[in-house]
C-alpha cells in the first residue's frame, strides 16, 4: 500500500484508517483493507456518538441502516462544509453535541424527506 510506504518514510505509523470527503460522498478506509462508503445524496441522518477518553464519531446513515462511521480526528472543514448542504443542517447542535460531556449517541439530523422505499414490482 502507498499509504503505508509514505509513512513509513517518514517515521509515521500507519494510521488504523483514513477518510475521503468528496462533492459525491465520504469514503473510509480501514488498515484492514475494509471501506465504508456513502452518497451524501443517499445521507438521511447524522447521529454524533461520545465516550469518555474516545474520539467522537460522526455516522452517516442510508435508508437501510447502513453508513460511514468518520471519527472526529479524521474531519476537516471541507466534512464540517458538506454537511451544511443537508437540507436544514444545524452546524452549531452537531458541535454541541460533540462536544458535549454526556456519553451517548444523539442524532443530530434527519432528512426531512428521506427516499421512500421501492415499490414491489410485479413481472409477468
Same mark, same amino acid.
Given at each position: 500500500?502507498?499509504?503505508?510506504?509514505?509513512?513509513?518514510?517518514?517515521?509515521?505509523?500507519?494510521?488504523?484508517?483514513?477518510?475521503?470527503?468528496?462533492?459525491?460522498?465520504?469514503?473510509?478506509?480501514?488498515?484492514?483493507?475494509?471501506?465504508?462508503?456513502?452518497?451524501?445524496?443517499?445521507?438521511?441522518?447524522?447521529?454524533?456518538?461520545?465516550?469518555?477518553?474516545?474520539?467522537?464519531?460522526?455516522?452517516?446513515?442510508?435508508?437501510?441502516?447502513?453508513?460511514? @462511521? &468518520?471519527? =472526529? +480526528?479524521?474531519?476537516?472543514?471541507?466534512? $464540517?462544509?458538506? %454537511?451544511? #448542504?443537508?437540507?436544514?443542517?444545524?452546524?452549531?447542535?452537531?458541535?454541541?453535541?460533540?462536544?458535549?460531556?454526556?456519553?451517548?449517541?444523539? @442524532? &443530530?439530523? =434527519? +432528512?426531512?424527506?428521506?427516499?421512500?422505499? $421501492?415499490?414491489? %414490482?410485479? #413481472?409477468?
Amino acid at each position: 500500500m502507498e499509504l503505508a510506504r509514505i509513512a513509513a518514510m517518514h517515521g509515521n505509523p500507519m494510521p488504523d484508517s483514513y477518510v475521503y470527503v468528496t462533492e459525491e460522498g465520504v469514503t473510509r478506509h480501514y488498515a484492514d483493507g475494509s471501506v465504508e462508503a456513502l452518497a451524501w445524496e443517499d445521507v438521511v441522518e447524522v447521529r454524533v456518538v461520545t465516550e469518555s477518553g474516545e474520539d467522537v464519531l460522526f455516522i452517516l446513515l442510508d435508508r437501510d441502516g447502513e453508513g460511514c @462511521v &468518520v471519527p =472526529r +480526528s479524521a474531519t476537516d472543514a471541507t466534512f $464540517l462544509a458538506r %454537511l451544511r #448542504y443537508l437540507p436544514d443542517f444545524d452546524l452549531d447542535r452537531l458541535t454541541h453535541a460533540a462536544d458535549s460531556a454526556h456519553d451517548g449517541v444523539v @442524532v &443530530v439530523w =434527519r +432528512s426531512p424527506d428521506p427516499p421512500s422505499a $421501492l415499490p414491489d %414490482l410485479e #413481472y409477468d
